[in-house]
Each structure stands twice: as structure tokens, then as C-alpha cells.
């Protein structure tokens, strides 16, 4: 069974400051998604991740994957109020589970003035 | 514009009714999943088609029926068999091909409460 895991589920920090939140997951996986939710609203792709070293970057946010080390990384740069919601990660296998996905239990992100 | 329109946005269930939430897409897609969220916490699955006439169990599938008559439809109904139906519904959909890289696209999504 796939096991998705986030964290820190909780971070709350400075406008300026830089910041990493990891998803660690259980089984082999052939891609990993980031989605961003903000309060009460549906859930946004940000990122999709296929391969071993695959970077991505949109504006402050930067991300990673590390297939041999089951490990994806959400890189926050210089944070600002606008990017407080809160971060998920997915993940999926064609071979075990199909088109569905995993989701991590999320990272509520606070960034303060 | 393509989307997926989930409807009602608010609904409430009496004790013992069942009731069913909408879902409509017209991005062409095969797959359609619906998931359940609980205030701070992540996404669970309930059901998924991957094809017309075809659906599979989620991870809590329980209290839960579903149907996919249709490639843009895939209606949920929560029966009075769920003691705890009050969460966030999210119906989501995708492209159905091997290894395709597109994420899902999520609805605006459904708040169930009980009366």
C-alpha cells in the first residue's frame, strides 16, 4: 500500500524568508504532483514531477524529485503573504494503482508580514 | 471554457436520506475520482472510473454508491448507510492513457452537512 507523507504539516513563517517542505512516500512511484488549496476553494496543479532529479520552478516555489530516495522537496523563496494555503503532494503508479493517486495529508503554510 | 461543474455547491442530508452530488466535465476525459476531505486533513479516495460503465472502489468506498452512464458525468450518492457524510467533496478529473504525465483537474467541490 502507498504511504504518502508530509511535512512539517504546520509552518508558519516570515515574509522574506526561505523555507523547504518534503513529501517522503512508500513504494515506487512514477510521478508526483504539488497542489496548492487555498481556504474553502478546490485544489490547484502546481507541478508534476516524472523523473529521478526532475526540477520545476514557477515564480518562488521550486520543486524536486529523488526517485531513488522516495523523496520530493517544495522549495519556498523569499516567501510572501500570497503564497499562505495549504501545499499537497500526490503521487501515482501506472503499474500498481492505475490513473489514481495518493494524497499527502498537506502542509499548512502561514506567511506572516 | 472547459471545466468540471460540481453541483450544489452546499447541501444538506436529513437522517436516513440519501442524496447525490453532480459532476460534470467537459475536458474529454476518461477518468473521473471522487474524493472526500474532513476540515485539515488531506484528500481521501471514495470511487474512480477509469471508463465508461466501470468504476472502482476507493479507499472508503463504505456508505458510498456511484455510477458513470456517461463519459462527463459521474454522480456520487452519499446513502443514509454513511453515519458521518459531513465533509468537503471534490470530483476531479484526468486523461486515461499509459503513463500520462497531466495532473488531475479538480471541481469547485461539495459541503455536506447534516441537518
Known amino acids: 500500500e502507498l504511504k504518502v507523507e508530509q511535512n512539517p504539516l504546520f509552518l508558519s513563517m516570515q515574509e522574506g524568508k526561505n523555507y523547504t517542505i518534503y513529501c517522503n512516500y512508500s513504494?515506487?512511484?512514477?510521478?508526483l504532483y504539488w497542489y496548492r488549496q487555498d481556504p474553502g476553494k478546490s485544489l490547484e496543479s502546481l507541478f508534476v514531477?516524472?523523473?529521478?532529479?526532475a526540477v520545476k520552478q514557477e515564480g518562488r516555489l521550486m520543486a524536486s524529485l529523488d526517485t531513488k530516495a522516495r523523496l520530493s522537496t517544495l522549495h519556498i523563496t523569499a516567501a510572501v503573504h500570497d503564497l499562505s494555503a495549504t501545499y499537497f503532494c500526490?503521487?501515482?503508479?501506472?503499474?500498481?494503482?492505475?490513473?489514481?493517486?495518493?494524497f499527502g495529508e498537506g502542509t499548512q503554510l502561514t506567511v506572516n508580514p | 471554457d472547459g471545466g468540471i461543474t460540481q453541483s450544489p455547491k452546499y447541501l444538506f442530508r436529513k437522517e436516513g436520506q440519501n442524496v447525490t452530488l453532480s459532476c460534470e466535465q467537459n475536458?474529454?476525459?476518461?477518468?473521473m475520482y471522487w474524493y472526500r476531505q474532513d476540515p485539515g486533513q488531506g484528500l481521501r479516495l471514495i470511487y474512480y472510473?477509469?471508463?465508461?460503465?466501470?468504476?472502482q472502489k476507493g479507499d472508503i468506498a463504505e456508505g458510498y454508491s456511484v455510477s458513470r452512464e456517461k463519459k462527463e458525468s459521474f454522480p456520487l450518492t452519499v446513502t443514509s448507510a454513511q453515519k458521518n457524510p459531513t465533509a468537503f467533496y471534490l470530483c476531479?478529473?484526468?486523461?486515461?492513457?499509459?503513463?500520462?504525465?497531466?495532473?488531475?483537474?479538480f471541481g469547485d467541490g461539495t459541503r455536506l452537512s447534516i441537518l
Open positions: 476531479a478529473s484526468s486523461i486515461r492513457t499509459a503513463f500520462s504525465n497531466q495532473p488531475q483537474h
Open positions: 513504494t515506487t512511484s512514477d510521478r
Open positions: 514531477l516524472l523523473s529521478n532529479g
Open positions: 500526490a503521487v501515482g503508479s501506472e503499474k500498481t494503482s492505475g490513473s489514481r493517486l495518493t
Open positions: 475536458l474529454n476525459h476518461d477518468a
Open positions: 472510473s477509469q471508463i465508461v460503465n466501470d468504476f
